[in-house]
């Protein structure tokens, strides 16, 4: 009986400091890039008339990745948006930015109400030169301009 209890003992105490170690431990977060688009910068753009609609629900800035929560008629291709900087800093303090969601339906004609969180890096619309600063960034659709800190 002796024989038996020391394995078994020792099997028990090792399985509960695995399972006690596994909890102590934090889940790695993981970000996966390439969901995260860049901004083009284009001084020419402006907004095509015949543009696929797209409904903005809410635009939220963490760190400096902002996230536009839109929805769209379609479920039948893959959408393609793009978000579009002219590079005009309007004169305020802090600066502001407009930026203008395009949107590409790619001809798909379903009607499913698709909902997406779309992200964006807003490196590209900071003031060149300037390592640290604020600008206020509205996007097309949206009423209130969200502050950007970097």
């Known amino acids: 009986m002796k024989l038996f209890f020391k394995p078994v003992a020792a ?7 695995m399972v006690m170690s596994c909890k102590t431990q934090k889940p ?7 969901d995260v688009m860049e901004v ?3 001084d020419s753009y402006s907004q095509p008339e015949d543009m696929a609609s797209v409904d903005i629900s809410k635009v939220e800035i963490t760190g400096d990745i902002l996230s536009i929560n839109v929805s769209y008629s379609g ?6 948006f793009k978000l579009y900087f ?23 004609s379903c009607r499913s109400i698709v909902e997406k969180t779309l992200k964006f890096d807003l490196k590209n619309i900071r003031e060149k030169g ?5 600008i206020m960034v509205k996007v097309s659709g949206m009423e209130n301009a969200l502050s950007y800190k970097y």
Request: glycine fraction near 8%; proline fraction near 4%; aromatic fraction near 4%.
């Open 11 to 17: 099997s028990i105490i090792v399985c509960t400091m």
């Open 28 to 34: 790695a977060t993981q970000t996966n890039d390439k």
């Open 40 to 42: 083009t910068v284009d």
């Open 75 to 80: 479920g039948c291709a893959e959408h393609e």
């Open 86 to 108: 002219n590079g005009m800093y309007m004169k305020s303090l802090p600066p502001k930015v407009n930026l203008m969601l395009f949107h590409d339906n790619k001809g798909d």
């Open 130 to 134: 300037k390592t640290t600063g604020e």
